[in-house]
């Protein structure tokens, strides 16, 4: 017959539990909540600063210059037309520092 050995929780073990479930939310807002909410802060900034004639760049790279705008999207001159894009899709200002 094989012994079988049961793990036994030491004295205190349901503490030292919700210490380390502490410290992982902690980790995890510190990592991933905080920053997140500050690139949504950064991005709905530079969507409200926006006018016609600033030149932007898209999250996927396209340059163009504001032609018109309203609340969920604005429309862009690129080399040989227009596209019309949302707020969120813009990654940065030309000429902006990053």
Do not use: N
Not at 31 to 46: N, W
């Amino acid at each position: 017959m094989i012994p079988v050995l049961f793990a036994q929780e030491a004295s205190g073990g349901g503490f030292t539990s919700l210490i380390f479930l502490a410290l992982m939310i902690g980790v995890f807002y510190l990592l991933i909540i905080r920053p997140q909410r500050k690139r949504a802060a950064a991005q709905k900034e530079l969507a409200g600063s926006l006018d016609v004639g600033h030149e932007i760049r898209t999250i996927g790279g396209i340059h163009g210059t504001v032609v018109s705008m309203d609340d969920e999207s604005v429309v862009i001159k690129v080399e040989d037309g227009q596209l019309r894009i949302s707020k969120r899709a813009i990654g940065a200002r030309v000429g902006d520092e990053e």
